[in-house]
T-cell receptor, first 110, second 113 residues
Framework: QKEVEQNSGPLSVPEGAIASLNCTYS??????FFWYRQYSGKSPELIMFIYSNGDKEDGRFTAQLNKASQYVSLLIRDSQPSDSATYLC??????????FGSGTQLTVLP | NAGVTQTPKFRILKIGQSMTLQCTQD?????MYWYRQDPGMGLKLIYY???????DKGEVPNGYNVSRSTTEDFPLRLELAAPSQTSVYFC????????????FGQGTRLTVV
């Protein structure tokens, strides 16, 4: 089992819709969870992080964490074409590593 | 404010050659990481360091070596380059492990022919 798994893409949503991105992790000792966005040919950039169970909102983005289910998600409301990118889930594990999933490619159709 | 700086941006190596990818950060971060990203894939951890003089293997360390003699610098050494090492390499740093953002360099695109 991979340490961090993301739902396979690509994912396409119409402009204005909600995009839902999912991630599961295997290390129960993981403490911090991150969502990065990566445009084609660019470096990853942080969207938000979460470390407590529940929801965390930042503008159009909401991260959800369920440690019992070892599940993290990112919701993007009112999706815009500029949100089209690859979204990477990252987990800070008990082994002091920052481990990334394989990413989900999102396309927002005008 | 430079952040994380990687050099070179592009490089073509012949099979069997060696090279060092340079990474330096000016944010006084303790944690530094080297990742590789193959086309259409996520980031795979090669090596990481939690401070000067301390390094640990990540998921894919074979064929690579690192050193961390200062807080600022974390070079990645490729010995005997192979086509399987063709990838984009990212260096990143963070202040600490928990609840802090990892900042990435612009990447090095390496092709081994």
């Amino acid at each position: 089992q991979k340490e961090v798994e993301q739902n396979s893409g690509p994912l396409s949503v119409p402009e204005g819709a909600i995009a839902s991105l999912n991630c599961t992790y295997s290390d129960r000792g993981s403490q911090s969870f991150f969502w990065y966005r990566q445009y084609s040919g660019k470096s990853p950039e942080l969207i938000m992080f979460i470390y407590s169970n529940g929801d965390k909102e930042d503008g159009r983005f909401t991260a959800q964490l369920n440690k019992a289910s070892q599940y993290v998600s990112l919701l993007i409301r009112d999706s815009q074409p500029s949100d089209s990118a690859t979204y990477l889930c990252a987990v800070s594990s008990s082994a002091r590593q920052l481990t990334f999933g394989s990413g989900t490619q999102l396309t927002v159709l005008p | 404010n430079a952040g994380v700086t990687q050099t070179p941006k592009f490089r073509i190596l012949k099979i069997g050659q060696s090279m060092t990818l340079q990474c330096t950060q000016d944010m006084n971060h303790n944690y530094m990481y080297w990742y590789r990203q193959d086309p259409g894939m996520g980031l795979k951890l090669i090596y990481y360091s939690v401070g000067a003089g301390i390094t640990d293997k990540g998921e894919v360390p074979n064929g690579y070596n690192v050193s961390r003699s200062t807080t600022e610098d974390f070079p990645l050494r490729l010995e005997l380059a192979a086509p399987s090492q063709t990838s984009v390499y990212f260096c990143a740093s963070s202040l600490q492990r928990l609840n802090t953002e990892a900042f990435f360099g612009q990447g090095t695109r390496l092709t081994v022919v």
